[in-house]
């Protein structure tokens, strides 16, 4: 039996990554796939903190955010198609109407 | 043999990850997060987890990717207009900040000192299943509101007229 330190440790990565895509990337179908990553690693470290406390409580919260991670998606890659049929482009540095 | 397993896939969860955010195509990225997933859904059966496990791999990797690689293919941006990126400036910035990130993650989880102890039944189809009818019930039947109002939202974003 391993500690869930590690797991912990493993989640953060994970979660890091997927900072660094979201922050560092253009387009724009990378950025939703970090999202991905970082709902990935909070759900790690919810399993392994679960099944440390014998709790199944973890399991639950990590089942809620994997409906949400996919809503998220089916959400996101639609705003997507829309703003690829009006401008016809996914890099989010050309898409800056929004900006002040 | 856990610590084997936890090494190995989570190399592979990490470096997925990595080569999922460096990639320049899309649909490349697509195919290393269906990997990652693999490996994440791995370490879940590891913590015993087997019901998140399977939804891991028929949600995650089964429809959610599925989607994406259908709107990589849908939308079809043709090589020579995928956006130019190099790593200069604030994003050179934002991965030592992600690594700081890291390492400030790497020394809370120290910290956290917690000691192995037998996992109860805390991940079976069973008990999840009793948590999500008894206790969670209403955040379960919330959640598919938010299921309904996501695929609503979708076709009504997506769609040319309605």
Redesign the interface.
């Known amino acids: 039996m391993m500690e869930p330190s590690a797991y912990l440790l493993l989640s953060g990565i994970l979660f890091g990554i997927g900072v660094t895509g979201v922050v560092a990337r253009k387009n724009a179908l990378i950025i939703l796939m970090s999202v991905e990553i970082m709902l990935n690693a909070v759900n790690v470290a919810f399993i392994a903190i679960g099944s440390y406390l014998g709790d199944v409580t973890g399991g639950v919260f990590a089942f809620m955010v994997m409906t949400v991670a996919a809503a998220e998606a089916a959400v996101g890659l639609a705003i997507l198609i829309a703003i690829y049929r009006l401008k016809e482009t996914i890099d989010i540095t050309e898409l800056s109407v929004l900006k002040w | 043999m856990?610590?084997i397993l936890?090494i190995v896939f989570?190399a592979i969860?990490?470096g997925g990850?990595?080569m999922?955010?460096t990639?320049r195509h899309?649909l490349a990225?697509?195919l290393y997060?269906i990997l990652?997933?693999f490996a994440?859904a791995a370490?879940?059966v590891l913590?015993?987890?087997h019901?998140?496990a399977a939804?891991?791999v028929i949600?995650?990797a089964g429809?959610?990717v599925v989607?994406?690689i259908f709107?990589?293919m849908?939308?079809n941006?043709p090589e020579s207009?995928?956006?130019v990126?190099r790593?200069t400036g604030v994003?050179f910035l934002?991965?030592i900040?992600?690594?700081l990130?890291?390492l400030?993650?790497?020394l809370?989880?120290?910290r956290?000192?917690?000691?192995?102890?037998?996992?109860?039944?805390?991940?079976s189809v069973e008990?999840?299943g009793?948590?999500?009818f008894t206790?969670?019930l209403l955040?379960f039947e919330v959640?598919s509101v938010?299921?309904l109002?996501?695929?609503i939202?979708?076709?009504?974003?997506?769609k040319?007229k309605i």
């Open positions: 856990e610590p936890f989570g969860a990490v990850s990595i999922v955010v990639r899309p990225s697509a997060l990652t997933l994440v370490l879940f913590r015993q987890a019901f998140l939804i891991q949600v995650y429809a959610v989607l994406f709107v990589i849908l939308i941006v207009r995928l956006p990126e790593l994003r934002a991965v900040v992600a690594g990130l890291i400030e993650g790497a809370v989880a120290r956290f000192g917690l000691a192995g102890t037998p996992a109860a039944d805390s991940g008990a999840v009793r948590a999500l206790d969670y955040a959640t938010l299921l109002a996501a695929v939202g979708a076709i009504a974003l997506a040319k």
